[in-house]
């Protein structure tokens, strides 16, 4: 199954431990039975959101949240706006 995830989600697994972070974890680790795509602006308002709000900064670190966002840009599949609608 293929599936794109809304940033809320995985801005919520990089900061807490609920289902959000359940979700991504098995993705991340391989053992989910989907794959994610994305467009590039949707990765850049992940990136966005984890590195550059202070208050994030109590929940993750910026280091974190860098390696965090450079791990799902290299397992997602990128593809163009247009082809998610």
Same mark, same amino acid.
């Given at each position: 199954m293929i599936v794109v995830i809304d940033a809320n989600v995985f801005v919520s697994a990089a900061?807490?431990? +609920? #289902?959000p972070?359940?979700?991504? $974890? %098995?993705w991340l %680790? +391989?053992?989910a039975?989907? $794959?994610i795509v994305m467009c590039p602006? /949707?990765?850049g308002e992940i990136? $966005?959101?984890l590195t550059t709000r202070p208050r994030l900064r109590k929940w993750i670190s910026l280091e974190n #949240? $860098?390696?965090?966002?450079?791990t799902i840009e290299t397992?997602?599949? /990128?593809v163009p706006e247009a082809l998610l609608r």
């Open positions: 900061i807490q431990r +609920g #289902a972070f359940r979700i991504i $974890e %098995s %680790s +391989g053992t039975d989907f $794959e602006e /949707l990765l990136r $966005e959101v #949240a $860098e390696l965090f966002v450079d397992l997602v599949d /990128l």
